[in-house]
C-alpha cells in the first residue's frame, strides 16, 4: 500500500535539498501534486498532509472531482487547453500552464474579463519543436512576447515547458538550462518581468529545481505509479 503522506514529505525534502545545492531558498519553488487519474478520496490524503496546491490535466475530470474536496484546495491547469473549453478551465483553475499561442492567450484575456478574474498563466515552450507537443518556438514567441505582454487580463508568470523523453533525469538538464536562458532574454529584450519557470516532473523535478524551476509539476513521485485505463497505456512521467 502506497504511504501517500510518507511519499510527500520525501518529494518536499528532495526538492529543499536541490535548491539548497543549487543556493536558492526552497520556498522559492511551488510543488504542484499532478491528480491525474486520481479519485477525490486519494487527493484528500495530501489535502490532510498539509499540501493544497494541485494540478490536472483533463477538464472533464477536475470538473467532477473539485466540486467533491474543500474550496481549500487550489488548482493549475496543466493539461493542453482547447479554446471551446477555456471558460470553464478559467472558472475553475487559479493558474494554467499550457499556454501555447497568442491566439489562446488572447482568447484567455477575452474571457478573464468578461469573468472578471486574472489568471496567472505560462507560456509553453516547445523548444525542441517536438510535433507530438504544442507550445511556442523560440523565435515565435520572440516576435509575440510584446503582444502577449499588453493583455490585460492575463497575468504573464512565465514559461513552461515538457522536454523531450530521456533517459536519465541528468540528461533533461540542457533543456531546463535552454528554458530559462531564454526567460532571461526575453526579460531583457521585452522589460517584462517572467519570474516563472514551470518545468519538472517525478522523474527530474530535482535537475528542474537546479536549474532555476520556481515551480514542479510531481504526481507518480508521490501517488505512486498510475494504473492505465483499459485501452490506454499508463503515463508516469508527471
Not at 517536438?130 to 507550445?135: C, I, L, M, T
Request: hydrophobic share 40%; charged share 25%.
Amino acid at each position: 500500500m502506497v504511504d501517500i503522506p510518507a511519499n510527500l514529505r520525501e518529494v518536499k525534502a528532495r526538492l529543499a535539498n536541490a535548491a539548497e545545492r543549487s543556493g536558492r531558498n526552497p520556498d522559492e519553488v511551488e510543488l504542484v501534486v499532478v491528480t491525474k487519474t486520481w479519485p477525490a478520496e486519494t487527493v484528500r490524503e495530501v489535502l490532510e498532509a498539509g499540501h493544497g496546491l494541485f494540478g490536472e490535466n483533463q477538464l472533464q475530470e477536475a470538473a467532477a472531482k473539485i466540486p467533491q474536496l474543500p474550496s481549500s484546495a487550489r488548482w493549475h491547469f496543466i493539461g493542453h487547453l482547447q479554446r471551446n473549453k477555456a471558460r470553464k478551465v478559467l472558472e475553475l483553475f487559479e493558474a494554467v500552464h499550457s499556454v501555447h499561442s497568442l491566439r489562446l492567450a488572447s482568447a484567455l484575456d477575452r474571457l478573464a474579463c468578461e469573468l472578471g478574474v486574472e489568471p496567472r498563466v505560462y507560456l509553453q515552450v516547445n523548444a525542441a519543436e517536438e510535433a507530438s507537443k504544442g507550445g511556442f518556438g523560440e523565435a515565435e514567441l520572440r516576435e509575440a512576447i510584446g503582444e502577449l505582454s499588453r493583455l490585460k487580463h492575463l497575468r504573464v508568470a512565465g514559461l513552461m515547458s515538457i522536454p523531450p523523453v530521456v533517459e536519465s533525469p541528468e540528461a533533461a538538464r540542457t533543456s531546463f538550462r535552454t528554458l530559462r536562458r531564454l526567460r532571461d532574454e526575453l526579460q531583457e529584450c521585452s522589460g517584462e518581468a517572467l519570474p516563472g519557470l514551470s518545468m519538472g516532473m517525478s522523474h527530474d523535478f530535482e535537475v528542474a529545481v537546479e536549474e532555476g524551476a520556481t515551480i514542479v509539476r510531481v504526481g507518480s513521485a508521490v501517488f505512486g505509479p498510475r494504473v492505465a485505463k483499459p485501452g490506454t497505456r499508463a503515463q508516469e512521467r508527471r
